[in-house]
């Protein structure tokens, strides 16, 4: 191979590592992840004047804390996995919105279990969950119909200390 195309593809390669903005049609999303619950934010382009509802829809592994009636407690054994969801509604005619461009913000609920679903010996039990390994997120973006417009599915890795969440967007 010639050392120009060398060059050429080692610079396709860097440039597809470094950008986050996903392109599903004509709609491009592009978004970074933050904790709180799960949180996302960023902006999804191509949209017109239209209104559109962003969702997002995320999973993960928590960490639970069983507390008996006497106060007693105990690490939550063997959880199952939580699902959190956070809406935003997005119109077509706020002041925000340049050239069909579109900022979000979005985050998603406090996942909540029951003591047993939380690792806890039976629903005398209460169980709290301290806090969410996330493992992957879903953004889409709805039209007002329902129609769903664009759609994309992210891989996560958190970790506890510190506290950090990094998603990336997958096929």
Not at 14 to 35: C, D, E, P, S
Not at 42 to 70: F, K
Not at 133 to 139: N, Q
Not at 158 to 169: I, L, N
């Amino acid at each position: 191979m010639s050392r120009k195309l060398l060059v050429f593809l080692g610079i396709l390669v860097l440039v597809g590592l470094t950008t986050t903005t996903v392109f599903a049609g004509k709609y491009r999303l592009n978004a970074t992840f933050a904790l709180g619950s799960l949180i996302a934010s960023g902006d999804v382009s191509g949209l017109g004047n239209q209104d559109v509802t962003l969702i997002l829809d995320a999973t993960g592994d928590p960490v639970v804390t069983c507390t008996n009636q006497g106060s007693n407690q105990a690490p939550g054994q063997n959880p199952s996995k939580v699902s959190a969801t956070g809406t935003q509604f997005l119109p077509g005619n706020d002041t925000l919105r340049k050239n069909g461009k579109s900022p979000f913000d979005v985050e998603t609920n406090d996942p909540v279990l029951t003591a047993v679903q939380g690792g806890c010996p039976n629903n005398n039990w209460t169980a709290t969950t301290d806090f969410v390994f996330w493992t992957a997120a879903d953004i889409t973006v709805k039209d007002t119909a329902g129609k769903i417009l664009t759609k994309q599915h992210y891989t996560c890795t958190t970790t506890r200390t510190p506290a950090s969440v990094t998603c990336t967007p997958t096929n």
